[in-house]
């Protein structure tokens, strides 16, 4: 074996030995040596000097903390009304997290930069608790298809019950939620129409609402001598009822089905990892029940997803006069947020759900297939590029041109030298997260004002 040792980048550069002696050799056989010379290609090498990780280090250090102060930022907006802020900035961070996944070598800066999104993917449950002991109880790891290389080595299995377990997790949180606004709702309205609880289960939460209406404070000063502390209690506590009463009624108003079908949106990019991970390993034969069992739920979980697809479309068709109605804008209300309702803008959501379906069977069917999985990723990339392009649905402004900059990302520079990549990788740390920043900050004092 030799040891090579490289303090520079190498790429496309032999390894020729030559023997000047060949005659003095002999194999274990006791043959002479015949070939004079031999050679080998090596494996391309990019050599990081400590100024360029420092660099990269600090750059993505400070763009961790921002994307803090963009996250308050959405809070805020969220709070305030501005519920598409959040979901829109969720949904370009979970596509820039993927993006690691592609078998192509990016460099450093790129490579680290896609590694600051990780936290935006739905599996905090997958990496707080430790999945690898259960697994090994139920069945030997080797019984499993091998899935691809990057994604194995970042400690993803390719179970779906496992993968989804985040989003099962989330969805069941949505459920309870609902359930707990219906409850305190339909108690305010039976105390302020002075009937009678029922004393069930739910006494304990109807409490909340309960105590809140008998709660009396004045909202006004009789004299000037009177201690205004208790009126500023008052108010503050006629804001915190108001808010609680107005969030509950959103709840149950917009949950079916707009609520859904946001929150459906919004876990699009993983749903559509842990279910085309499971079909690229699909074992619906397996002599292992858990394994068949993850399988089936992968194909279910495809089917609901493309039904999902076609009920958008469905909705997405309606007349424009239609989708202007209050009540059908109240439960559909998600999927045209921040679109323009026009002929092809409308359907928006729709593409995008298609897109992130087809991104991740590019991501993992064509792993074993780089130049194609590039080729693939990048038509697809130019061609969102173009619909915002040449329909502009967006309404905002500045959410266009986040989106058009997020589609240019994907675009695969596999085929430049590696310093355009460089290059590249330095645009995208201190123009992207930067950028999201001044929207976030735009769309919160529109939400303000």
Same mark, same amino acid.
């Given at each position: 074996?030799?040891?090579?040792?490289?303090?520079?980048?190498?790429?496309?550069? /032999?390894?020729?030995? =030559?023997?000047?002696?060949?005659?003095?050799?002999?194999?274990?056989? @006791?043959?002479?040596?015949?070939?004079?010379?031999?050679?080998?290609?090596?494996?391309?090498?990019?050599?990081?000097?400590?100024?360029?990780?420092?660099?990269? $280090?600090?750059?993505?250090?400070?763009n961790f903390y921002m994307l803090?102060?963009?996250?308050?930022?959405?809070?805020?907006?969220?709070?305030?009304? #501005?519920?598409?802020?959040?979901?829109?900035?969720?949904?370009?961070?979970?596509?820039?997290?993927?993006?690691?996944?592609?078998?192509?070598?990016?460099?450093?800066?790129?490579?680290?930069?896609? $590694?600051? !999104?990780?936290?935006?993917?739905?599996?905090?449950?997958?990496? !707080?608790?430790?999945?690898?002991?259960?697994?090994?109880?139920?069945? &030997?790891?080797?019984?499993? *298809?091998?899935?691809?290389?990057?994604?194995?080595?970042? @400690?993803?299995?390719?179970?779906?019950?496992?993968?989804? +377990?985040?989003?099962?997790?989330?969805?069941?949180?949505?459920? %309870?939620?609902?359930?707990?606004?219906?409850?305190?709702?339909?108690?305010?309205?039976?105390? $302020?129409?002075?009937?009678?609880? *029922?004393?069930? *289960?739910?006494?304990?939460?109807?409490?909340?609402?309960?105590?809140?209406?008998?709660?009396?404070?004045? !909202?006004?000063?009789?004299?000037q001598t009177e201690g205004s502390?208790?009126?500023?209690?008052?108010?503050?506590?006629?804001? /915190?009822?108001?808010?609680?009463?107005?969030?509950?009624?959103?709840?149950?108003?917009?949950?079916?089905?707009? @609520?859904?079908?946001?929150?459906?949106?919004?876990?699009?990019?993983?749903?559509?990892?842990?279910?085309?991970?499971?079909?690229? +390993?699909?074992?619906?034969?397996?002599?292992?029940?858990?394994?068949?069992?993850?399988?089936?739920?992968?194909?279910? +979980?495809?089917?609901?997803?493309?039904?999902?697809?076609? !009920?958008?479309?469905?909705?997405?068709?309606?007349?424009?006069?239609?989708?202007?109605? =209050?009540?059908?804008?109240?439960?559909? #209300?998600?999927?045209?947020?921040?679109?323009?309702?026009?002929?092809?803008?409308?359907?928006? &959501?729709?593409?995008?759900?298609?897109? =992130?379906?087809?991104?991740?069977?590019?991501?993992?069917?064509?792993?074993?297939?780089?130049? %194609?999985?590039?080729?693939?990723?990048?038509?697809?990339?130019?061609?969102?590029?173009?619909?915002?392009?040449?329909?502009?649905?967006?309404?905002? =402004?500045?959410?266009? %041109?986040?989106?058009?900059?997020?589609?240019?990302?994907?675009?695969?520079?596999?085929?430049?030298?590696?310093?355009? $990549?460089?290059?590249?990788?330095?645009?995208?740390?201190?123009?992207?997260?930067?950028?999201?920043?001044?929207?976030?900050?735009?769309?919160?004092?529109?939400?303000?004002?």
């Amino acid at each position: 074996m030799i040891n090579i040792s490289f303090s520079r980048s190498s790429q496309n550069e /032999i390894l020729m030995i =030559k023997f000047l002696n060949n005659s003095f050799i002999y194999s274990n056989e @006791g043959y002479p040596q015949i070939e004079t010379e031999v050679s080998c290609l090596i494996p391309k090498v990019i050599f990081l000097n400590e100024d360029t990780i420092a660099q990269v $280090q600090l750059a993505t250090n400070s763009n961790f903390y921002m994307l803090y102060f963009i996250g308050a930022m959405c809070g805020g907006s969220v709070l305030l009304g #501005g519920v598409e802020v959040f979901f829109n900035l969720l949904d370009t961070l979970q596509m820039l997290s993927y993006l690691k996944y592609l078998n192509t070598q990016f460099p450093y800066n790129l490579s680290t930069y896609f $590694q600051l !999104f990780g936290f935006a993917q739905f599996n905090f449950i997958q990496k !707080f608790f430790d999945f690898s002991g259960f697994i090994d109880q139920i069945f &030997n790891t080797q019984e499993l *298809k091998q899935i691809p290389t990057k994604i194995a080595n970042d @400690g993803i299995t390719s179970l779906f019950v496992i993968n989804a +377990a985040t989003i099962i997790t989330v969805w069941i949180s949505l459920f %309870f939620i609902f359930a707990i606004a219906k409850v305190i709702q339909s108690t305010q309205i039976a105390l $302020q129409n002075n009937q009678p609880l *029922k004393v069930t *289960k739910k006494v304990i939460i109807q409490t909340i609402p309960k105590i809140l209406q008998l709660i009396k404070f004045k !909202f006004f000063s009789e004299s000037q001598t009177e201690g205004s502390w208790l009126v500023k209690v008052g108010v503050y506590y006629l804001t /915190i009822k108001y808010i609680i009463n107005r969030l509950c009624f959103t709840i149950v108003s917009e949950f079916f089905y707009s @609520g859904i079908l946001r929150a459906h949106i919004a876990t699009a990019y993983d749903f559509t990892f842990s279910v085309v991970l499971q079909l690229y +390993a699909l074992e619906l034969n397996s002599s292992n029940m858990f394994i068949r069992l993850s399988s089936l739920l992968a194909c279910v +979980a495809s089917a609901i997803y493309l039904f999902s697809i076609y !009920f958008v479309i469905a909705l997405s068709q309606m007349k424009k006069y239609a989708l202007n109605n =209050k009540a059908i804008q109240t439960k559909y #209300g998600s999927i045209f947020d921040g679109i323009k309702i026009k002929q092809f803008s409308k359907y928006l &959501n729709t593409i995008l759900l298609i897109k =992130k379906l087809i991104f991740m069977i590019l991501l993992i069917f064509a792993y074993e297939f780089p130049i %194609f999985q590039t080729v693939s990723i990048t038509f697809l990339s130019i061609s969102m590029s173009l619909f915002y392009i040449l329909f502009n649905p967006l309404e905002d =402004k500045l959410e266009y %041109f986040k989106q058009l900059f997020s589609e240019v990302t994907q675009v695969q520079l596999g085929y430049f030298p590696y310093e355009i $990549q460089e290059y590249f990788g330095w645009a995208c740390i201190f123009l992207e997260v930067p950028f999201q920043k001044v929207q976030a900050i735009s769309r919160l004092a529109k939400s303000i004002l």
